[in-house]
């Protein structure tokens, strides 16, 4: 199976700041990479498919990069709406494996 | 526009079994494959297996082999989740997913565009 590692698990931002998590899978996966943005009780929602296409309807300022095992998630200008838990996940082989997950917190 | 309805809470004893139903709807079913993930309380998402809604054909995670069955009814456009033999550690809340496949530019991308709303599975004695 393919481990995909997340850091950092938790991380406190200010509206206004630049974030970044990043997301390191355990052998290659070339870009099959996504992001999903999940908010407490809800669903999780699809924000970033493969590495750096930015899903319809999600603001630009939500942005990812990185190919082979490395990969990024940036958040140029963090929004009252962005504090949830952001999870990676790899979609080039199965099982489906996701990152263990970065929370997003108000500072 | 797409939507996953997932049917309602379940509370069940060790050793029963479960059935979760989701249904879609604002797109064509069987363009589309479901994936199924599930959430134990407090912790990261878990993919737990993929049926083609196309032809029926399944992929399970390999430590839910033997203890779960994915279904479709085209008819309705649903997908069914079967988990049998409950323990405990099923206690989860388990998703539906649309597991969307295609091309763009030189590239192809797999991923879950959309999700039910969540089933709450409750497992205790």
């Known amino acids: 199976d393919i481990q995909m590692t997340q850091s950092p698990s938790s991380l406190s931002a200010s509206v206004g700041d630049r974030v970044t998590i990043t997301c390191r899978a355990s052998q290659t996966i070339t870009n099959y990479l996504n992001w999903y943005q999940q908010k407490p009780g809800k669903a999780p929602k699809l924000l970033i498919y493969?590495?750096?296409s930015l899903q319809s309807g999600v603001p630009s300022r939500f942005s990812g990069s990185g190919s082979g095992t490395d990969f990024t998630l940036t958040i140029s200008s963090l929004q009252p709406e962005d504090f949830a838990t952001y999870y990676c996940q790899q979609s080039y082989s199965t099982p489906r494996t996701f990152g263990q997950g970065t929370k997003v917190e108000i500072k | 526009q797409v939507q996953l309805v997932q049917s309602g809470v379940e509370v069940k004893k060790p050793g029963a079994s479960v059935k979760v139903s989701c249904k879609a709807s604002g797109y064509t079913f069987t363009s589309y494959g479901i994936s199924w993930v599930r959430q134990a309380p407090g912790q990261g998402l878990e993919w737990m297996g993929w049926i083609s809604a196309y032809n029926g054909n399944t992929n399970y995670a390999q430590k839910l082999q033997g203890r779960v069955t994915m279904t479709t009814d085209t008819s309705t456009s649903t997908a069914y989740m079967d988990v049998r033999s409950l323990r405990s550690d099923d206690t989860a809340v388990y998703y539906c997913a649309r597991d969307s496949m295609g091309k763009y530019g030189s590239g192809s991308y797999s991923c879950f565009d959309y999700w039910g709303q969540g089933t709450l599975v409750t497992v205790s004695s």
């Open positions: 493969a590495a750096s």
